[in-house]
């Protein structure tokens, strides 16, 4: 395999040669499971850890490397290597950690479109396309909607369940396909190109293994029933895993996601309910918070039916989730900041005593 049908660039290439890399391997992390890494490169796959002055160096998670990341690397078996540096990430798919509050995770690196699955049965949910909607905008990954399991539904009402996205969400092409059937594969694959990196995100069970393994042609992800009892996935997949496909698209498997806490860095709610930004620059207060103010053009835009409630009740709940998420990690920086002074006071008072 050679590294441009893994989605290696010019531009990747120019910063190893700037930063003279040039003697280390180059490769692409694949999978990745308790802080280990299998890379693929031109020599093959090979299992890797990271040199102890990365994760000394590593402040956050998103210091390490995830699924997608270009890495350099030197190969000390046949199959096994040590990761020196992470190249610079072209976008980078992140998301609140469920239980960490503050702490971010990658979810995938590297992505150029990110296909938010979601079955038309009883996983369809317009607030939650938002939230990944948001989550790509500030990623900057293209998005794309992929509705699954059509097969499930008269063609009547999956008709019914694409309107009412198109009525919320403007400018997002919109894809319905069965992986019983494969109807809609032709549309979707029109759409993988060579070289090219796509993620899936989306709940468990909704069947983003089923369609990796059928476009890959192999059952490369074990996928298996929802359950009868609940009606949920079963969190069959538990690691993310890269696979380049037979047309030279690359698809990453992502496990379900039971939360998809935002974290906005790049505007990523501007973008998506741009329509709230554009009335609210004629709301009669410059800091009007959209929520019970006089003369506000977004509050006025909802009474009247020409902004939908539920977006703007969906906007409204995750801008205090970016702001609790920002005051999060200024709290969490402050700790940090303070813990590093003690540790180089102590270092100080270690030198000077020569303990
Ligand atoms: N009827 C129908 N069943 C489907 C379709 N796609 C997937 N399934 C079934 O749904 C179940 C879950 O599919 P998976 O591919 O494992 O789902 P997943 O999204 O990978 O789930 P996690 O790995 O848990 O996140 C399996 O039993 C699939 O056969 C579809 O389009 N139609
Ligand atoms: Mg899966
Ligand atoms: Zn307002």
Redesign the pocket.
Known sequence: MKLKDLGYNENLEKFRVENNLKEFEVGRVVTEHKERYIVKTENGDLEAEITGNLRFSAKTREDFPAVGDWVVLTIYDSDFAIIHKILPRRTVISRQAVGEFGEVQVIAANIDYAFL?Q?VDRDFNINRLERYLTICNSSKVKPLIVL?????LAPEHVVVIIDNINQRIKNIPVIA????TQEGYESLKRIIRKGKTYC?L??????????L?NLSGKAV??????STSTNK?????SHRELIVLGNGGILV????MREVGIVDTENGLETTFDKIVRLAKNCKFIDCTHTNETGCKVIEAVESGEMDKHSYENWLRMVKEKAHFESSVAERRKKEKTFGKMMKNYKKDMKRNKF
């Open positions: 699955v079955a699954t399991k059509t097969d499930l396909i069965s992986n019983e899936m989306g709940s468990s069970g909704v069947g983003k293994s089923t369609l393994n992800m074990r996928t298996d029933e929802i996935g079963r969190h069959v997949t498997d992502n496990p379900g």
